[in-house]
């Protein structure tokens, strides 16, 4: 089992014995159980990624927080019109992803050399970076008034750092889960699934075939919940943030800190 799940279970100490050559074939699939939770806790993570994305968006005068991609094709179009101030400023989100990346990545090799597991530590790391954007957004939202102001700019790159850690954290702690940050590939896989369950390649009622869409049926799990969940945190960080503006990442803020606490309780392999 990996360490990426949120589960205690999935953290525990393998056994001193050696297991036999169909023990290992089997224990090389994950079980449901750890499967489920591997999908729960994509999900909760993209759609606190979906969240902070639209909250950024519409707070900040279209500005992505989680969509680098996003950021860049901006970029590209403001650049086309000559001495484009905006352009410019959202160009320094990039350098400032990048650096809040190779700064967790840092950090989750220094705490593996000490023996320990990075998963609670980037998940603190988080869950502090979305309180910190979240309190810019409060305290700098009297000077947040035009899309060129620098405070515009700070609150963006606290939240650009959030998402920066959480696209590390699921490159490194949480290897086996979906992507949570970027839709693009879930979505593409998951049409593909769906277009295999409805015409299907292999025939029906075979072993082969039977396996084929068992595996099929996982697949639209793994990476339809993701996409569900990421959708659903966009539709509600979009509307809470229409009302409360970004007092509103307290709550992915307050959802980050439950998977920390619970990621803190599990006796984590190192």
């Known amino acids: 089992m990996s360490e990426s799940s949120l589960s205690p279970a ?3 100490e393998p056994s001193p014995s050696e297991p036999s050559p169909s023990s290992r074939r089997r224990s090389s699939r994950p079980s449901v159980p750890a499967l489920r939770n591997d999908v729960a806790s994509a999900t909760v993570l993209s759609a606190v990624a979906g969240y902070v994305d639209a909250a950024g968006f519409l707070a900040l005068f279209g500005m992505f927080t989680a969509h680098v991609t996003g950021d860049l094709v901006t970029i590209g179009a403001a650049l086309a019109e000559p001495l484009q101030l905006s352009a410019i400023a959202r160009l320094a989100m990039i350098p400032i992803f990048m650096m809040s990346v190779a700064a967790t990545a840092l950090l989750a090799r220094r705490i ?13 790391l988080m869950t502090a970076a979305l309180a910190l954007f979240c309190a810019t957004g409060v305290l700098l939202e009297p000077f947040a008034d035009k899309p060129d ?9 606290t939240g650009v750092v959030a998402m920066g850690v959480q696209n590390t954290l699921m490159r490194d702690a949480l290897k086996s889960f979906s992507p949570t940050t970027i839709m693009t590939g879930n979505l593409t ?8 369950m409805v015409l299907p390649a292999s025939e029906r009622g075979t072993r082969r075939g039977n396996l084929v869409r068992a595996e099929t049926r996982r697949r639209l799990g793994k990476f339809g919940f993701p996409l569900g969940g990421f959708m659903l945190g966009a539709v509600l960080g979009a509307w809470l943030t229409r009302y409360w503006g970004l007092r509103s990442i307290a709550l992915p803020t307050l959802v980050s800190g439950v998977l920390t606490a619970v990621s803190s309780r599990s006796p984590h392999k190192h």
């Open 112 to 124: 593996r050399h000490r023996g320990s597991a990075p998963l609670t530590p980037l998940l603190a």
């Open 189 to 196: 896989q998951f049409t593909i699934d769906l277009v295999e």
């Open 149 to 157: 102001s620098w405070a515009i700019y700070l609150m963006g790159g």
């Open 10 to 12: 999935d953290f525990s």
